[in-house]
């Protein structure tokens, strides 16, 4: 199936109230292309003569969604002839938003008010670090929304993605599950990067493995440093080999330590600002620690900061690094 044919079919399927959550999604991503606009409008003509409830927004809100929808056409590029065909379209358009979930999905980043049982994150200016219920992190790139229950009262853990973020997963024995549009990421490790937001989705595992389902019965199972790229088109996958740290540059000011142990914490850490840093007793390697550093924190706040929650004291050694001696978490 095409993409035209998909559009089509995820269209009235949308119309008709029968679409699962992740068609809905898969529409709203295609809808963002401008190449489909003719499609659209074609299906707009073909719905106008069908039978529409008569329940309207009201005027404000209505005028709310005509602007908007006014604003996204560059008027410069339509003919004055077309005027007319255009604020049919419009008309049409607005009167299908008012009847259905796409007037939330327009104006979420604005007005968002999410169902009762669903946490709606949406679009930070700036990245934005946020710990989950189960404790996983999510890291999530500007511009990037995620969906999901904030109790995770199911027997999974799922999550709706649209732009790009980084996850880190604490262990669990429900899956937990990333929705993006047909493509589903099943988690079977910890940590990896997900690029919903760009022309070509792409999913990149820094740690553990991760499996992705591209919606049509193919799948790949991806482990560190492997990236999946997901062509957009006929969503055919491609595996290949990366450097992960380099490919996520955007992550690189920020450090998530969820449960790992002082020892990978250290590894990190000396990798990161280049300097020897000790643990005088080795117990301590094997103490676990969950911290996140988004504020641009120096090493030495870092360091106290670990050492802190392992009940440790710190000192500075020669060439700027530091020792942690302390009995740890024993």
Known sequence: MGVPERLTYLFYRYYEKTCTPS??????????????????????????????????????????ILQFIIQQQPAVHLPVRRKPIF???????????????????????????PAPALADISKPVS?????????????????????????FSGRTRE???????????????????VHTGRITTTVLGTAFNINAHEKNFTVTVLKGKVKVDNGTGDYSILKRNEQLMVDPINYKLKKIQVNAKEEIA??????????????????????RFRVTL??????????????????????????????????MEYKLIPGGGFELDGEGCK
Request: a negative charge; aromatic letters at 10%.
């Open 23 to 64: 068609e809905k999604e898969e529409l709203f991503q295609l809808l963002l292309h401008p190449e489909y606009d003719a499609l659209l409008r074609d299906l707009i003509d073909e719905t106008w003569a069908m039978d529409i409830p008569s329940r309207l927004q009201d005027p404000a809100t209505a005028g709310k």
């Open 127 to 151: 990245d934005q670090c946020i710990t989950l219920s189960d404790g996983s992190k999510v890291l999530l790139h500007k511009n990037a929304h995620i969906d999901f229950d904030p109790a």
């Open 87 to 113: 604020f049919r379209y419009a008309a049409a358009i607005l009167i299908l938003l008012s009847v259905s979930g796409l007037t939330y999905y327009l104006f979420r980043p604005h007005t968002a008010v």
């Open 278 to 311: 000790t643990l005088a007793n080795p117990a301590a390697e094997s103490c676990h620690v969950t911290a996140s550093f988004t504020q641009g924190e120096s090493l030495e706040q870092i360091i106290r900061v670990l050492s802190k929650i392992n009940n």
């Open 159 to 177: 999550i709706t993605l649209v732009g790009e973020a980084y996850f880190d997963i604490r262990h669990d024995t429900r899956p937990f599950i």
């Open 250 to 271: 955007w992550k690189k000011p920020y450090l998530l330590f969820n449960d790992v142990s002082m020892k990978e914490a250290m590894e990190e850490l000396q990798q």
